[in-house]
């Protein structure tokens, strides 16, 4: 079973700054990407960023430019660094880890969340 610890988030001002780490564990397969989505209160999960295994990355265009995510493949551990926030990426946030296992579609395990919120 793959567990998802997710740290970090928090109260935020509007333009500042905020950091999330997720750590993945359980898993004996390598995982293939490791992201992040959101959800905002009353709205649906929507995707923010994503890394894969090879370090190529995507981001939804509401974050592009303000939020980077990064990983340590070696420990399974994605990080996401949100700047220059914004009231409206006040939102739980959820790791997300897709590991496939060669037997059809991929996998997806999920974190509990952590919750930003960003005052104005």
């Known amino acids: 079973q793959v567990q998802l610890v997710e740290s970090g988030g928090g109260l935020g001002q509007a333009g500042g700054s905020l950091s999330l780490c997720c750590a993945a564990?359980?898993?004996?397969?390598?995982?293939?990407?490791l992201g992040w989505y959101r959800q905002a209160t009353g709205k649906q999960r929507q995707f923010v960023a994503g890394?894969?295994?090879?370090?190529?990355?995507k981001y939804a265009d509401s974050v592009k430019g303000r939020f980077t995510i990064d990983t340590d493949n070696a420990k399974n551990t994605v990080y996401l660094q949100l700047h220059t926030l914004k009231p409206e990426d006040t939102a739980v946030y959820h790791c997300?880890?897709?590991?496939?296992?060669?037997?059809?579609?991929?996998?997806?395990?999920w974190g509990q969340g952590t919750q930003v919120t960003v005052s104005s």
């Open positions: 564990s359980g898993s004996g397969y390598r995982v293939n990407i």
């Open positions: 997300n880890a897709m590991i496939d296992y060669g037997l059809g579609s991929p996998i997806d395990y």
């Open positions: 890394i894969t295994n090879g370090g190529a990355t």
